[in-house]
Nanobody, 116 residues
Framework: QVQLVESGGGLVQAGGSLRLSCVAS????????LAWYRQAPGKQRELVAT???????NYADSVKGRFTISRGNAKNTVYLQMNSLKPEDTAVYYC??????????WGQGTQVTVSS
């Protein structure tokens, strides 16, 4: 089992920045990749960014150049630095862990609201 706890969401004006954090606990040695997803009201959950065990990263086109995913030194924490935020970035952001046995784990989500 892997447990994920997100933090760092909030209300910010357009053009501002936020940093989300996600701390993983439990069987963290089984984690193959960590990711951030988001879900806006009335929309499907979408992938925002991923980082693999080898620190390879991938981003949705809508956030490239504005968001940065990274891991902490302890490797059980993943961050999402969000710059130049837009109202369309408003969503609940979820941390996701994919294990080597392809099990999926999710955090409880953190709300990000960007005002225009």
């Amino acid at each position: 089992q892997v447990q994920l706890v997100e933090s760092g969401g909030g209300l910010v004006q357009a053009g501002g920045s936020l940093r989300l954090s996600c701390v993983a606990s439990g069987f963290i040695f089984r984690i193959n990749a960590l990711a951030w997803y988001r879900q806006a009201p009335g929309k499907q959950r979408e992938l925002v960014a991923t980082i693999t065990r080898g620190d390879s990263t991938n981003y949705a086109d809508s956030v490239k150049g504005r968001f940065t995913i990274s891991r902490g030194n302890a490797k059980n924490t993943v961050y999402l630095q969000m710059n130049s935020l837009k109202p369309e970035d408003t969503a609940v952001y979820y941390c996701n862990a994919l294990t080597i046995s392809t099990d999926d784990y999710w955090g409880q989500g953190t709300q990000v609201t960007v005002s225009s």
